[in-house]
């Protein structure tokens, strides 16, 4: 009876996550329902009905795109049937739109967690990304903004190596092409990304690429590394690094590390002077001297920040007692610095 009692007395906390396709949403919506002190109740979108995640929420709902005029309302609509606390987005898409009017979702008083919309363009774009953190004394990345076909044809007329091509609007590492001095082209990432010599980029590739512009920049040294960055208020709260077992594969597992003074400096900065107030992801590799260098900052939690929570540490739980202002630790890295996160097939019964 008294077990009954205090069940009953938990505060409940409905929680709506975005984008619940992806390939460890299931993880992720089990740590976010994991939480002992509260009665949390998860509903999920995507923009296919045939998501993975639909099975493992509370209720489900199809959305539109989010380029769509509509999307916002629609998510809306949503949050007000379900009285929905917090709302986390989880593609790039998504939290720019649903940032941009967050000041409606202030009114109905329901927790969005995003930074502010000014900053997440920003990191929607690598340039801008690039010159924003050069202008805050963060980090300088070599590259060259190149605006139309015309430029980008000139450009690639003399033979040039270690480069890597992408767009500077671009999403989940779509249309990169590392070119460097190897034989035999490589296809990588789901066939997102592409390894090749200068060579086959010319003949294969090159006329070939409409979205402008392209940002060509140095080569960096793998793993790509993933850094959860949890900010409050433009103060970084917990920074987590992982190295990515397979380079090219963010899903593929993750073996943690320690988190350099230096660029837990620099993540300081970048939280203090953008001021985020979210959870953010930031990739990473290494330069030929060993120094962390930042490919891009997202503007929403990572794909695999379900590999964080597995490893003890469920940023989940941060963002529910953002949501309810209360103190959160402040945490460098993780313990056990050597503890490897490895993905597998797993299978459940749903009725």
């Given amino acids: 009876m008294m077990l009954l009692k205090k069940m009953k007395l938990k505060k409940k906390i409905n929680i709506l996550i975005t984008c619940v396709g992806g390939e460890l949403s299931p993880t992720s919506i089990n ?16 923009l296919s009905s045939k998501a993975i995640g639909k099975h493992f929420c509370d209720k489900f709902y199809k959305v539109p795109k989010s380029s769509s005029k509509n999307y916002v309302k629609h998510i809306l609509k949503i949050a007000t049937k379900n009285k929905i606390n917090i709302i986390i987005p989880t593609s790039d898409e998504e939290s720019l739109a649903l940032s941009k009017e967050k000041d409606v979702f202030i009114k109905k008083k329901i927790y969005l967690l995003s930074s502010k919309y000014q900053t997440l363009k920003i990191f929607s774009n690598k340039e801008e990304t690039y010159n924003a953190l050069s202008k805050l004394g963060i980090d300088k990345t070599r590259f060259v903004s190149i605006k139309n076909k015309k430029l980008f044809m000139s450009f690639f007329e003399k033979k040039r190596n270690n480069l890597v091509v992408k767009p500077a609007v671009s999403r989940g590492g779509r249309g990169i092409f590392v070119i460097k001095n190897i ?26 690429i409409k979205i402008f512009p392209q940002i060509v ?52 900065i970048l939280c203090k002077k953008l001021d985020l107030n979210a959870l953010h992801d930031v990739d990473l590799m290494k330069n030929n001297a060993g ?60 009725n």
Avoid: W
Wanted: proline share 5%; hydrophobic share 35%.
């Fill in 291 to 350: 120094e962390f260098k930042i490919l891009e900052v997202n503007p929403r939690p990572s794909g695999s920040v379900a590999v964080t929570c597995v490893a003890g540490i469920n940023l989940f739980s941060d963002v529910i007692k953002m949501y309810l202002n209360k103190k959160l630790k402040t945490q460098i890295g993780i313990k056990n610095k050597n503890i490897k996160i490895i993905p597998f097939k797993n299978l459940i019964k749903k």
């Fill in 183 to 208: 034989k035999k082209e490589k296809v990588v990432n789901f066939g997102r990304e592409v390894h090749l010599n200068i060579k086959t980029f010319k003949k294969k590739y090159l006329d070939k």
């Fill in 217 to 268: 920049s140095e080569i960096y040294k793998p793993p790509v590394y993933d850094l959860d960055v949890l900010s409050y208020k433009g103060e970084l709260k917990k920074i987590i690094l992982r190295k990515r077992i397979i380079s090219e594969e963010p899903n593929s597992g993750h073996e943690f590390c320690a988190v350099p003074k230096n660029l837990t400096k620099k993540i300081k």
């Fill in 31 to 46: 740590f976010l329902k994991k939480n002992s002190s509260y009665n949390i109740k998860v509903i999920g979108t995507d």
